[in-house]
């Protein structure tokens, strides 16, 4: 098995999965419907084309950087200006996620891998107001899913790791594939069957949530008893979480 690495990162994200009507909520980690439409994306693909390949991939999701909530209140306006249409949508700020590909096929995942690189059509986490942010692509590995996920260094920005500085090898959680009827595993209608904007379908699929793990090393960590007067400052520095990676 391969698995094809990806970093998903962005000032904001917005994985829907039940939106309703005036209400559009978001999961708090990417969904494989999502991730599909970005793939199919990158590959030019029309609304209507097949998708059968990029459903088969296993999906999993390692949750590096958790993010914030934010709800958005939008209006928009009819082009005469008589109706109103208000919304309420979630976004997820400041996250960071590794999520796995995996596949037998090493060809496909190359083929996937080029297309993310230099993308046929725009690419977004979610949703069109939100690009990824730096590296997308990590690496193509010739491991299992899991073992995959596993392996990845610790990819939150330098200000989220130094908030956990006191954690040596902090825990996070991973969501990934399995089989039906797994013990511990749960559904969600989450399985991109068509795109089409006149008859989207969606089906089910099974996977299983672990929380705390997966321990990553924390580069900023530092022993409580050895702490620095200048890292006791930076805890303070108001300007400190607005330091660029």
Known sequence: MSTLLLRLAAPMQSWGLSSRFK????EREPTKSGVVGMLAAALGRERDADL?????????????QPGEFLQDFHTAHSFDS??????????????VFIV??????????????????HPRFPLYLGRRACPPAGQLVLSLEELPLEEALRQVPWQAAKWYQRKLRREKKPELDLIIDAPFGTQGSFTRRDLPLS?????????FRSLCASINAI????????????????????EQDPLSALEVD
């Open 23 to 26: 209400y559009l909520t978001t």
């Open 100 to 117: 796995g590909l995996e596949s037998d096929d090493k060809v496909l995942l190359s083929r996937i891998e080029e297309a993310l690189r």
């Open 52 to 64: 059968s390949d990029l459903t088969q991939l296993g999906f999993g999701v390692r949750i590096d």
């Open 215 to 234: 321990p990553v090393k924390n580069p900023q960590w530092r022993d409580s008893d050895s702490s620095s007067a200048v890292g006791r400052e930076t």
């Open 195 to 203: 795109f089409d904007p006149e008859h989207r379908r969606y089906g």
């Open 82 to 95: 008589k109706q109103a249409f208000i919304s309420y949508r979630h976004y997820l700020c400041d996250a």
